[in-house]
């Protein structure tokens, strides 16, 4: 069974950055895939980034791409998220997920464990 557990989201005005950050614990994979969804109210599980945590292969949403950078450090088991000049668009609940065997996935139904989510919101 792996735990993950988010932090870093909060309250930022448009333009500024915030960091998330996603910690896993428990049995972990070499070869697995991470992720960053995120969750509007009253809208879908969109995906936003992806990285394998065997190479630097990463994937983003296009509406972030540019913006926004995963990054792992599998010494620490943790996935991070940067995200630089935020939009209101942009808030939402972020949520980090995992799935076994590295891919190209960006269905939230294809990862197997979430953690429980850590709320951004932009101000205009």
């Known amino acids: 069974q792996v735990q993950l557990v988010e932090s870093g989201g909060g309250l930022v005005q448009a333009g500024g950055s915030l960091r998330l950050s996603c910690a896993a614990s428990?049995?972990?994979?070499?070869?697995?895939?991470m992720a960053w969804f995120r969750q509007a109210p009253g809208k879908e599980r969109d995906f936003v980034a992806r990285?394998?945590?065997?190479?630097?292969?990463?994937g983003y949403a296009t509406s972030v791409k540019g913006r926004f950078t995963i990054s792992r450090d599998n010494a620490k088991n943790t996935v991070y998220l940067q995200m630089n000049s935020l939009k209101p668009e942009d808030t939402a609940i972020y949520y980090c997920?995992?799935?076994?065997?590295?891919?190209?996935?960006?269905?939230?139904?294809?990862?197997?464990?979430w953690g429980q989510g850590t709320q951004v919101t932009v101000s205009s």
């Open positions: 997920a995992g799935k076994v065997g590295v891919g190209f996935t960006s269905n939230p139904s294809d990862y197997n464990y």
């Open positions: 990285i394998w945590m065997s190479s630097e292969n990463t």
């Open positions: 428990g049995r972990t994979f070499s070869q697995q895939t």
